[in-house]
């Protein structure tokens, strides 16, 4: 499903307990490179192996924030063009491995992520209609390596 | 440095201290290369014509990119002075431990923002595995060429 497919949501069609649509994402080297590039991260500790071995994390691992801007994929691609994101967090819990190559574009088989999310609390606050969610980075093991907050505005059929 | 303290003199006397102002400029290339590099094929951070029918009317950014240049993610230029000092100081490891980003307005494609850094607190903590480990807080505010507040964000590192 394309982003274009998407429905925009209410605030009256979140009851608390509903769970945001999950998202799941492959980290793999090529994807670790790309992002170095996009986001202006280049330590060495998400690429090189022998800088990875002496900060202790065995191989290079997926970047905390490379996560955290996932978390706001699942976010954004919930709440439609219409929903505003006013707060996001999470904690960089668990180390991830990204999978190695296997074509020049194509990982080889392996872990896959889910980004998944609950809403927790509903409430109306300075004419803004909020919601907030419990979100998470889950790893292959079904361990939340990434877990966060986020708190939305959406818009109301009121 | 304080007696039996990892947290070096240095480093305490960055606590509280905004940075210099580092100036970002938030293209729409970079906008688009950003969503490309987490498989994002929002319109809204790409499509020019799309975005103008939006509520925002022109291209934004996905939550969390604030233009560019970025040194190590959030840790923008203003801060490697901290991450400078927990090295002098004899720390070698810094983790990432999570971040807290609050949004207040969009940021937009052609936006130019400026932010400042700040250490906020140095904690240390035991730990039965890695011994003592530095909490840094390192809080980073934005403000757009209109003098609005933007965003604020807060980072935790972890040192040993």
Request: hydrophobic share 35%; with cysteine.
């Amino acid at each position: 499903m394309t982003h274009h497919d998407k429905k925009q949501l209410y605030y009256e069609d979140v009851k608390v307990g509903d769970e945001v649509t999950p998202l799941a994402k492959v980290a793999c080297s090529r994807m670790l490179v790309q992002w170095a590039g996009a986001s202006g991260d280049f330590n060495p500790l998400h690429y090189e192996d022998s800088f990875a071995q002496a900060m202790f994390v065995g191989s290079p691992i997926v970047h905390g924030q490379l996560k955290r801007a996932w978390l706001g994929h699942l976010i954004t691609d919930w709440i439609g063009d219409e929903g505003i994101v006013k707060m996001l967090s999470c904690q960089f819990r668990g180390m991830d491995y990204p999978r190695k190559m296997k074509t020049m574009t194509e990982p080889h088989d392996g872990e896959t992520w889910w980004c998944k999310g609950v809403a927790t609390k509903k409430r109306e606050e300075n004419g803004e209609y909020l919601v907030d969610c419990d979100i998470w980075v889950e790893n292959g093991k079904g361990e939340k390596t990434t877990p966060g907050k986020a708190t939305v505005a959406l818009p109301s059929k009121k | 440095m304080t007696e039996g303290s990892k947290i070096s003199d240095e480093i305490k006397s960055m606590i509280g201290v905004w940075s210099e102002p580092v100036v970002l400029q938030v293209e729409k290339g970079a906008i688009a290369r950003y969503a490309d590099a987490i498989d994002d094929d929002n319109p809204l951070f790409r499509n020019e014509e799309y975005a103008r029918k939006s509520m925002y009317g022109s291209i934004i950014a996905p939550p969390g990119f604030f233009g560019w240049p970025v040194g190590g993610g959030n840790i923008e230029a203003g801060m490697s002075r901290v991450v400078g000092a927990v090295a002098s100081s004899g720390m070698l490891r810094i983790l990432d431990g999570g971040i807290e980003l609050n949004f207040y307005v969009p940021v937009r494609a052609g936006d130019t923002l400026v932010t400042y850094g700040k250490l906020a607190d140095a904690r240390e903590k035991e730990t039965k595995s890695q011994g003592t480990m530095v909490f840094l807080i390192i809080e980073q505010k934005y403000l757009n060429q209109n003098g609005d507040l933007v965003a604020l964000a807060r980072q935790t590192l972890i040192c040993s």
